[in-house]
Antibody
Framework: QVQLQQPGAELVKPGASVKLSCKAS????????MHWVKQRPGQGLEWIGE????????NYNEKFKSKATLTVDKSSSTAYMQLSSLTSEDSAVYYC??????WGQGTSVTVSS | DIVLTQSPATLSVTPGDSVSLSCRAS??????LHWYQQKSHESPRLLIK???QSISGIPSRFSGSGSGTDFTLSINSVETEDFGMYFC?????????FGGGTKLEIK
């Protein structure tokens, strides 16, 4: 069955960067765009962007263009999202979702000194 | 960006009731509208895609309708496991956007 494995939590300092991972299994990794979504505590969902694992092509939400960088490693069927210059506004749960059909469990990012 | 407005914000119902949740788009999105359920501390789960297409493994009491700007998610005879948040999302244009959600709670 389709599984998207994400680390449970990351604690990072303000101003730092973090690279989140999403390891896919149970399907052909290069067949579907991988999406990333942000959810702040008690809030709704924000679409960050998507990446085509077969060729690395990306589409970003303009709001996150300077914040997030999406990449993939086809050899390990893993998608990555790097978040830079972190502030308290970046504290949230970040989900990966393949074709927006199957979702990972999310990584909770806490930005704190 | 396309704005999706969901109503009501909160719906209080008794198990066994049938309910309709609304999602309205700020411009026509054809049938490129998808519905998700999210329970507390869980990731979203796809319920309906492309406005009315059913998803394998999702109970048949969930159905979707609509096209253009007005969409509805219907739940026929709500069960206790159905309580939680419901979001709509459009894939007609970039950026993809979500509605603010409807909270389905027990009366």
């Amino acid at each position: 069955q389709v599984q998207l494995q994400q680390p449970g939590a990351e604690l990072v300092k303000p101003g730092a960067s973090v690279k989140l991972s999403c390891k896919a299994s149970g399907y052909t990794f290069t067949s579907y765009w991988m999406h990333w979504v942000k959810q702040r505590p008690g809030q709704g969902l924000e679409w960050i962007g998507e990446i085509n694992p077969s060729n690395g092509r990306t589409n970003y939400n303009e709001k996150f263009k300077s914040k997030a960088t999406l990449t993939v490693d086809k050899s390990s069927s893993t998608a990555y999202m790097q978040l830079s210059s972190l502030t308290s506004e970046d504290s949230a749960v970040y989900y990966c979702a393949d074709a927006m059909d199957y979702w990972g469990q999310g990584t909770s990012v806490t930005v704190s000194s | 960006d396309i704005v999706l407005t969901q109503s009501p914000a909160t719906l209080s119902v008794t198990p066994g009731d049938s309910v309709s949740l609304s999602c309205r788009a700020s411009q026509s999105i054809s049938n490129n509208l998808h519905w998700y359920q999210q329970k507390s501390h869980e990731s979203p789960r796809l319920l309906i895609k492309y406005a009315s297409q059913s998803i394998s493994g999702i109970p048949s009491r969930f159905s979707g309708s609509g096209s253009g700007t007005d969409f509805t998610l219907s739940i026929n005879s709500v069960e206790t496991e159905d309580f939680g948040m419901y979001f709509c999302q459009q894939s007609n244009s970039w950026p993809r956007t979500f509605g603010g959600g409807t909270k389905l709670e027990i009366k």
